[in-house]
């Protein structure tokens, strides 16, 4: 049974940087594609960063440790609207729209 464990939420100032690790356990990152998900309170989870190789959109990087069987999320210049719960996800098929497996989520809050 594939699991997924995230860790590395904290309470940060803006402008901070972070970084939040996945580790998949019961399958390897290469046999999967990997996303990062966040939600906010009161808000629908939304899709982050593709986690599938390394990866940079706006603010955020995402890299992969093949070894490590873990993903990562590079976060910078962190701001308070980036306060959620962050998820990461893998699916077996690229084609489908849903994730088969999720972790529990690591949670950032960001705030002075």
């Known amino acids: 049974q594939v699991q997924l464990v995230e860790s590395g939420g904290r309470l940060v100032q803006p402008g901070d940087s972070l970084m939040l690790s996945c580790q998949m356990s019961?399958?390897?990152?290469?046999?999967?594609?990997l996303g990062w998900f966040r939600q906010s309170p009161g808000k629908e989870r939304e899709f982050v960063i593709s986690a599938n190789g390394d990866s940079a959109k706006d603010r955020f990087i995402s890299s992969r440790d093949n070894a490590k069987n873990t993903v990562y999320l590079q976060m910078n210049f962190l701001r308070p609207e980036d306060t959620a719960v962050y998820f990461c996800?893998?699916?077996?098929?690229?084609?489908?729209?849903?994730?088969?497996?999720w972790g529990q989520g690591t949670q950032v809050t960001v705030s002075s």
């Open positions: 019961g399958g390897h990152i290469t046999t999967y594609y």
């Open positions: 996800a893998a699916k077996v098929n690229p084609w489908d729209n849903s994730y088969d497996y």
